[in-house]
Nanobody, 124 residues
Framework: QLQASGGGLVQAGGSLTLSCVAS????????MGWFRQAPGKKREFVAA????????LYTDSVKGRFTISRDNTKNTVYLQMNSLKPEDTAVYYC???????????????????WGQGTQVTVSS
């Protein structure tokens, strides 16, 4: 089970940190990802981390602004979002999947488990 939190309303240029707590499984073989979906648009990849190695991936539009990290002791993955823009407005979902190869980590269908989503709204 994945429980996401931390969304909210923020002005452009502001920051938010999303959290996703995973329960009920060991994550050592997993990729953990963040995706987002804006109204009328497809769900898109934001960032991912391979739990064991800490390898991170980002979509180009968030590089340098967002940071994904994980805390082994808390079974939690974070998405630190800085310099937020109105186009970052979306529902953000965390996801987890075992044995995902890096080349497939940006694909939503690679993930087996999804959190409930948390709304991020960036005002201009």
């Amino acid at each position: 089970q994945l429980q996401a939190s931390g969304g909210g309303l923020v002005q452009a240029g502001g920051s938010l940190t999303l959290s996703c707590v995973a329960s009920g499984r060991t994550l050592s073989s997993y990729f953990m990802g963040w995706f987002r979906q804006a109204p009328g648009k497809k769900r898109e990849f934001v960032a991912a981390v391979r739990w064991s190695a800490g390898t991170t991936l980002y979509t180009d539009s968030v590089k340098g602004r967002f940071t994904i990290s994980r805390d082994n002791t808390k079974n939690t993955v974070y998405l630190q979002m800085n310099s937020l823009k109105p186009e970052d407005t979306a529902v953000y979902y965390c996801a987890a999947g075992p044995r995902i190869i890096t080349s497939m980590a940006r694909v939503p269908s690679s993930y087996d488990y999804w959190g409930q989503g948390t709304q991020v709204t960036v005002s201009s």
